[in-house]
């Protein structure tokens, strides 16, 4: 007996694309515990192969950086040759590069099939919403768009507390292994249940020199950009690395400037909503990553908590995230995005300024009030941030689009950390890695750096304002769908 894909059954119920949400679900939490697993799981990679912390930090920076690249130029090829074959291929590299990083023959093993296993996340995240977009109505779509957000947060929030679980009772290999049976389910069901965007097959050009150049200038910028703060690194090479960068993004210019098929639609760039919504998106994630990245040094080493109890702490930022961001979504559909994002963005600066003003003698109650405003706000700007970002979409370019927007909020992420390692290390680099733990400066440190992220804050929030975003969610007429 023949099947045709989706299943009948599926495609016919009249909520069929809440199933298909269902579907994308799985690949987005997945992703999202899958990357806060590494802060648990990194002190024990450098017990087992007895690797120096810049060595065994890649583990997570070259997922990140090749996820970051990716995401973009595996978009706008899934816009044309199809969403659902993509985001089925994502689920098989997930799944494979999940089982042999828990093989763990080296450290080298751990960081290079960390690589492959982030490719299957590009495939993953740069179609996730925009399957979402081409499949809901503008009334529903923030809703929609905001359950996957919530999921994410999750995936955050339980990510670290599960990875200890898994890593002192189990071992690390099975913190990967559990991604194998995981992501069959999700591959099962993304077959029956995904529907076929008719773009595939569709005769257009893939532009692969704009993006090879693209994937270039971006990682040899954001390894450069990671690895000036470390000791050592040669100042020659870093001078270099970013006189390349700028060559090589000049002739990306050029060469997108006079191809029509280019992996970024320069055209969008006219348009003043586009534009800050990415930068506000990425100014968010910076923000947040660098509060997350600097939390742990602040509750450990300046208010004496332990490992376990401050990352319970820390758990308030994505559980309040979970909660906002349905919320904001639901919102959105009913009155519009424009209030519900620079609400959130408001609450952002709130959340940093009193993180700023926290003392080395702060109270838990004062922390989590903190942590509580500004996850909170963070989930109320993310939905309708992303949501009306989406509306702007040309038809056929969704997952061009949806991968530069998580393009741009995987780049905060990284310039957080990177912009906070730099400002804490100004202050407190000597304290930490030596004998002695001088409270004091790594409260400095911290202090600054979350100082830094309310001025970021402020100027997130204005640029919000600025953006005037109109009334309710704006149906997007796609003849693909």
């Known amino acids: 007996m023949a099947y045709t894909f989706p299943l009948e059954k599926f495609a016919k119920k009249k909520n069929y694309r809440w199933y298909i949400l269902s579907v994308v679900l799985i690949g987005a939490f997945m992703s999202a515990l899958d990357l806060n ?8 990679l450098q017990k087992v192969f007895h690797q120096p912390l810049y060595i065994v930090e890649w583990a997570s920076l070259a997922y990140q950086l090749t996820l970051t690249a990716l995401l973009p130029v595996i978009g706008r090829i ?12 994502g689920f098989v590299i997930f799944i494979i590069g999940s089982g042999m990083v828990g093989v763990g023959l080296s450290m080298t093993w751990v960081i290079g099939w960390r690589v492959i296993q982030s490719i299957g996340a590009a495939f993953l995240q740069s179609n996730s919403i925009a399957i979402i977009s081409a499949n809901f109505p503008g009334n529903e779509r923030g809703r929609a768009i905001g359950i996957q957000g919530a999921v994410q947060a999750i995936g955050m929030s339980i990510g670290p507390s599960f990875g200890g679980f898994i890593v002192q009772n189990v071992g690390w290999n099975f913190a990967f292994y559990i991604n194998v049976p995981v992501g069959i389910i999700g591959t099962i069901l993304a077959l029956l249940i995904l529907p076929e965007s ?5 005769k257009e050009k893939i532009d692969y020199i704009g993006a090879s150049l693209f994937t270039g200038f971006l990682i040899i910028f954001l390894y450069n950009f990671s690895m000036s703060s470390q000791s050592g690194y040669s100042p020659i090479q870093l001078y270099l690395l970013y006189a390349v960068f700028i060559i090589l993004l000049i002739v990306f210019i050029i060469h997108g400037l006079r191809n029509e098929y280019c992996i970024i639609d320069f055209s969008l760039f006219r348009n003043l909503e586009y534009v800050t919504g990415n930068i506000t998106g990425l100014l968010s994630y910076l923000i947040i990553g660098a509060s997350l990245f600097m939390l742990p ?9 332990k490992e376990m109890f401050a990352g319970t702490i820390i758990i308030t930022v994505p559980v309040f995230m979970g909660i906002g961001t349905p919320l904001s979504g ?10 519900p ?3 959130g963005f408001f609450l952002i600066i709130i ?4 993180l700023s003003f926290s003392s080395q003698g702060s109270s838990i109650l004062y922390i989590l009030i903190s942590l509580s405003i500004l996850g909170f706000g963070m989930g109320l700007f993310t939905a309708p941030n992303n949501s009306s970002v989406m509306s702007i979409s040309p038809p056929g370019k969704l997952s061009l689009v949806g991968g530069f927007l998580n393009m741009m909020r995987s780049l905060g992420n990284i310039f957080g950390i990177a ?11 000597e304290s930490v890695i030596g004998k002695t733990v001088q409270k004091s400066l790594i409260f400095i440190g911290y202090h600054n750096v979350m100082m830094a992220m309310f001025v970021i804050s402020i100027i997130g929030f204005v640029l919000t304002l600025v953006r005037r975003t109109s009334g309710k969610g704006r149906i997007i007429h796609l003849p693909e769908v």
């Open 198 to 202: 008719r773009t595939e097959g569709k």
């Open 297 to 305: 040094y602040y509750l450990e080493y300046v208010l004496n908590f």
């Open 351 to 354: 959340g940093t300024v009193l």
């Open 37 to 44: 697993l590494m802060y648990i799981i990194n002190p024990t």
């Open 419 to 429: 912009i906070a390692t730099f400002i804490f290390e100004l202050y407190a680099h």
């Open 330 to 339: 639901f919102i959105a559909d009913k009155i519009g995005y424009y209030k």
């Open 78 to 89: 899934s816009d044309i040759k199809g969403r659902k074959k993509f985001y089925n291929t």
């Open 341 to 343: 994002s620079v609400t």
